[in-house]
């Protein structure tokens, strides 16, 4: 399968990395910002089956032609794409200012969505695209104070899947978002300073990889909650 994670250097991303590099029919492609662990990656893949290209989403413009010509030399479809790139900054509301919440806009949401319509026309019928959001970001959920910004992008990624589900209804496309709970991540400690969580990142990573293999089969334009404690 031609897969891409888009955002895969760290956390959960990366750990979704490593274990779909372990089946040697797997191609997958994969994004970040950091050029060091991208190559760290690609080089200790033992089947020689990871392509990176490195791009910051916040800025994604600057990066979109050089992302379509690495894809488009790595593999001529995408059977998944699993938008795992996101970032969290924790401040009270009316303590951010303008550039901070649009640069954190950019990287949540703005970003991913340039990536899926730029990837689109390489997606065929039985393509799957997962979106991971927060259960932040998910209605009715708790919020938390210092994540208004990071759970509005988050919530704006999962409306995005399930309009995108309508729109690609036609071409057999499926578009699902994982709204995650706690995970033992960098990301997750940054928010949620002292707090341990009862999934990590590697079990996370094993259910996505389920998710994006196989949960086509069986949901589209869903956004399901992935969580067994509050946070």
């Known amino acids: 399968m031609n897969i891409i994670v888009n955002g895969?250097?760290?956390?959960?991303?990366?750990?979704?990395?490593?274990?779909?590099?372990?089946d040697k029919e797997n191609r997958i492609f994969v994004t970040g910002r950091s050029e060091s662990a991208l190559k760290m990656l690609a080089s200790g893949a033992k089947n020689k089956n990871i392509?990176?290209?490195?791009?910051?989403?916040?800025?994604?413009?600057?990066?979109?032609?050089?992302?379509?010509?690495?894809?488009?030399?790595?593999?001529?479809s995408v059977d998944i794409l699993i938008n795992t790139a996101g970032s969290v900054v924790v401040r009270d509301f009316i303590s951010f200012s303008d550039e901070t919440a649009r640069e954190l806009m950019e990287t949540?949401?703005?970003?991913?969505?340039?990536?899926?319509?730029?990837?689109?026309?390489?997606m065929m019928k039985g393509s799957h695209?997962?979106?991971?959001?927060?259960?932040?970001g998910y209605q009715g959920s708790s919020k938390y104070r210092g994540l208004s910004y990071y759970s509005a992008s988050k919530a704006a990624i999962s409306c995005l899947s399930?309009?995108?589900?309508?729109?690609?209804?036609?071409?057999?496309?499926?578009?699902?978002?994982?709204?995650?709970?706690s995970v033992q991540t960098e990301m997750f400690e940054e928010a949620f300073p002292g707090y341990k969580a009862d999934v990590s990142a590697k079990e996370m990573a094993q259910y996505i990889v389920d998710f994006a293999?196989?949960?086509n089969k069986f949901f589209n334009g869903?956004?399901?909650?992935?969580?067994?404690s509050n946070p």
């Open 162 to 181: 399930e309009c995108l589900a309508g729109e690609f209804l036609d071409a057999g496309i499926a578009v699902n978002c994982l709204a995650l709970g």
């Open 213 to 215: 293999i196989n949960g």
């Open 129 to 136: 695209i997962v979106n991971i959001s927060s259960m932040g």
């Open 108 to 122: 949540n949401f703005f970003g991913p969505a340039s990536v899926i319509r730029e990837l689109r026309p390489l």
């Open 51 to 76: 392509s990176v290209c490195m791009i910051d989403l916040s800025v994604f413009e600057k990066h979109r032609k050089v992302l379509l010509k690495s894809v488009s030399s790595a593999m001529k």
């Open 8 to 22: 895969g250097t760290r956390g959960i991303g990366k750990e979704i990395v490593l274990l779909l590099a372990k």
């Open 222 to 228: 869903k956004v399901l909650p992935v969580a067994v």
